[in-house]
């Protein structure tokens, strides 16, 4: 089991390739064989390809992450609530999201499970 | 699945059973065979008697719940953000955990697991 400092840093680094538009620092932090699910109850993204193209696509529509809340480090997961900040034109809308990542022995994301509902999504 | 009102009620009782400190009210949001894992990590308490074991210890020790954040629903799931307030004699402590709720068919809780680490307790 990874530190609590360890799952922080994962944490920051995922913010933080949001914010620089770098969908492959992103996708870096996640094990070959990683499982995505996004928004929990959807079909499951499996693996470094569909992995890397979730994140082309969602780190490429530009939208950033702003944290609403300390990272809560449990056994080998950490969840954190955050918003996701999009802009389309003059169009701007904000989702609430949390999310839980397990994290395996070499500080890589093994499982990513989005929590949010469409009450989550307001315009900004 | 549950509706996303459904399961925001349930939510909304659990932090109300605290404020009331009634924990058989806590405890019979819970379906019979269900499954408490408090911190993520620990060992699961399972079933009716466990929970409310759990529940009169933790509603007794006059914790309070206090939301930081809007409840995401996703799937059979709910997730939120809420602070633990807990006073002994002088001294008052805060602990930030985001909790993960499993909803069955009929509204009640069937996993619950609980995100937090000692990194989330401070003096309040």
Redesign the interface.
Known sequence: ?TS?EQKRAVVDAYISGFAEGNAQKVADLFAADAIIED????PEKIGREQIVAFYQFSVGSGAKLEL???P??????????FAVKLSMGKMKQRI???D?FKIDEVGKISEMR???????MKAD
């Open positions: 089991v609590a928004p929990v109850g959807t609403l809340g300390e809560r480090c449990a056994g080998a997961y950490v969840a954190f609530p609430e999201v949390i839980v989005a929590y949010w509902g469409q009450e989550n």
